[in-house]
């Protein structure tokens, strides 16, 4: 069924923009019923929710990060993306891209590590 694929730097610099594309396969991310969300891990530490954005393309961010983000998409192909300005090194993480249906469990991208330098 839905595939997703996350892409962008592997490693970015301090105090830069970091940059995420998210492509979907096999659905449509404007589909009724649908979220398209952006989750990390840092190393050795649990899932943080970073935020989505709805299939009618509005945005919701974590208030921890709500400042430094924004998720938009580009309905002709099919992609999301996360920018997160000002990283720093506690940024470094795992990122995933979802698909979230509200009552199913998630489909998952299968994960892009970042590194953010000092």
């Known amino acids: 069924q839905v595939q997703l694929q996350e892409s962008g730097p592997g490693l970015v610099s301090s105090s830069q923009t970091l940059s995420l594309t998210c492509t979907v396969f096999?659905?449509?991310?404007?589909?009724?019923?649908?979220?398209w969300t952006w989750i990390r891990q840092p190393p050795g530490k649990g899932l943080e929710w970073i935020g989505l954005?709805?299939?009618?393309?509005?945005?919701y961010y974590s208030p921890s990060l709500k400042s430094r983000t924004s998720i938009s998409r580009d309905t002709s192909k099919n992609q999301f993306t996360l920018q997160l300005s000002s990283v720093t090194p506690e940024d470094t993480a795992v990122y995933y891209c979802?698909?979230?249906?509200?009552?199913?469990?998630?489909?998952w991208g299968q994960g892009t590590q970042v590194t953010v330098s000092s």
């Open positions: 979802a698909r979230d249906g509200g009552s199913s469990p998630l489909d």
């Open positions: 954005i709805t299939y009618s393309g509005s945005p």
């Open positions: 096999g659905g449509s991310i404007t589909t009724n019923g649908y979220f």
